[in-house]
């Protein structure tokens, strides 16, 4: 454990860059734009416009006061359940820095020869490559939650803070939602569904860095999409030729989707009726990320899944087997 301690350390502060900096600045970027949105919204025009809530039309932000009070607590109940979508772009980013760190995990030690050093010490091919395993799945996902969760806190307390002079206070309903206080959990909760559907991904491009010699980028993409065109083309010819109808496109479409799309957060609602629509107290349907929460969980008893958790770790454990062989840059 110690020794894997200190192997994740390394991963992180060889590629501190990527996995903190990247998404920091991003965050930067996001609360500044937002910000100074906000101030010059209040400077130019004010915090006004029309607001239907329940089949009652505020004119007025002052007016949300006149509402009824399930009303404000169904604006409240909104606010509560989706202000984690405004880390968003990190969650888009955190795939691409994945994806790429993968690609180069095993491969640029070779390239440049620092494998020669690291096999020198008391560490088998297993923990170091499991140590970029877990790095993928769990240290760079853990770090895109704390900073998503702290920005989009951030820019929903500058949001209530801008209206609230207005007359649109609604700081007392916000955080009396259990939704709020819930969401980072429910994000840190939904960590093994990620990663579960993100090992294959991790998996492949694991097994790519350790035994391409040249252009692993290449060789990631390439493979996946000549299968998908080979599938296309045999399903073509059987259908023309043969009059056979075969689903042999449709599964390759799908494998060769787990292999690429798995670090995509959410990705398992394309494969399932998963949402976050669910009805309200008034009968109306509202978004409730607990709802997306429950049947994220659900979608682990797809069959599928669990075969492509399989086979990501069967190409985890290749990685391991060529990374102990394959030393030549």
């Known amino acids: 454990m110690n020794n894997m301690k200190w192997l994740l350390r390394r991963e992180f502060w060889e590629n501190k860059g990527s996995f903190f900096w990247a998404p920091a600045i ?28 329940n089949g009652h039309a505020v004119s007025k932000a002052g007016q949300l006061a006149a509402l009824p009070l399930a009303a404000q607590t169904e604006i409240a109940g909104v606010i509560a359940n989706t202000y984690v979508a405004a880390a968003l772009p990190l969650f888009g980013l955190m795939p691409l820095v994945v994806f790429f760190y993968c690609l180069a995990a095993l491969y ?61 206070n609604l ?42 010699r040249s252009k692993v980028l290449v060789w990631a993409v390439a493979v996946p999409v000549l299968l998908v065109v080979l599938a296309k ?43 976050a629509i669910a009805m309200s107290a008034s009968g109306k349907p509202t978004i409730n990320a607990g709802v997306f ?20 770790a069967a190409m985890i454990y290749a990685a391991m087997r060529l990374r102990r062989y394959r030393d030549e840059g």
């Open 26 to 53: 991003v965050a930067l970027v996001m609360f500044v734009f937002v910000t100074g949105s906000v101030v010059y919204a209040l400077a130019t025009n004010g915090i006004g416009g029309t607001i239907v809530v």
């Open 108 to 168: 640029d030690e070779r390239r440049d020869r620092s494998i020669l050093f690291w096999k020198s010490l008391p560490v088998s091919d297993q923990m170091t490559v499991l140590s970029k395993a877990l790095t993928a799945l769990l240290v760079a996902p853990l770090i895109a939650i704390a900073i998503g969760t702290a920005v989009s806190l951030l820019m929903l307390l500058v949001g209530l803070a801008a209206v609230a002079p207005s007359g649109l």
């Open 171 to 212: 700081f007392g309903p916000v955080l009396s939602q259990p939704a709020l206080y819930l969401a980072p959990l429910r994000l840190v909760g939904l960590l093994p569904v990620y990663i579960l559907w993100a090992i294959p991904t991790v998996g492949w491009l694991l097994l790519v860095s350790s035994w391409a």
């Open 233 to 275: 083309w045999a399903d073509y010819m059987l259908a023309q030729f043969a009059n056979a109808d075969t689903a042999l496109y449709p599964v390759v479409v799908d494998v060769a989707a787990r292999g690429l799309a798995g670090l995509v957060p959410g990705i398992w609602a394309t494969y399932g009726d998963v949402t």
């Open 293 to 312: 929460f429950e049947q994220s969980w659900m979608s682990l008893s797809q069959p599928g899944m669990w075969a492509g958790v399989g086979v990501g």
